[in-house]
């Protein structure tokens, strides 16, 4: 595992998460809307660049298949979390509620992930393999970003 980069760019992306998460039970009403908005495009941009970088790649691997598995049903998880939560009032109980479910099951997933998936994936993947994944990931998580800023205008359709 020589190029952990990979490593460390998702576990850098999952302390932003954790700061944000925090940012937002501590925040207003009326912050709290804005925070919930860019913790919804970052998670959104990482869980897709990960999904193609790092779980495609463990998805080819029988012996990693079935943690990225579990980890995609997890993403899509937190994911209808989101949608449900960006329709709420943002000062409501409701919204209260739905966003200390999601904090649970979204720290439960990135903590599953470093101490589980990350290193199971390090024993398996060659470095050549890791390098491969980490510039996917970094490559695709700004374009992941942007269709999920373009995405904002699309969730009031509802």
Wanted: glycine share 2%.
């Amino acid at each position: 595992m020589a190029d952990a980069r990979i490593y460390a760019d998702l576990k850098a992306d999952h302390d932003r998460h954790r700061d944000l998460l925090r940012r937002i039970d501590s925040a207003s009403a009326t912050d709290r809307a804005d925070l919930f908005e860019s913790f919804r495009i970052e998670v959104t941009a990482h869980a897709a660049a990960e999904e193609e970088a790092l779980y495609a790649t463990m998805l080819a691997n029988p012996d990693l298949r079935d943690e990225a598995r579990h980890s995609v049903s997890e993403h899509k998880e937190i994911d209808d979390y989101l949608g449900e939560i960006a329709k709420l009032d943002p000062a409501s109980n409701e919204w209260n509620e739905r966003f200390a479910e999601m904090r649970h099951r979204y720290e439960h997933h990135i903590d599953e992930e470093e101490e589980e998936m990350f290193p199971a994936a390090a024993q398996e993947l060659s470095d050549a393999e890791e390098a491969r994944i980490a510039r996917v990931f970094e490559d695709r998580k700004p374009i992941e970003a942007e269709l999920a800023k373009a995405g904002e205008a699309g969730d009031d359709r509802d």
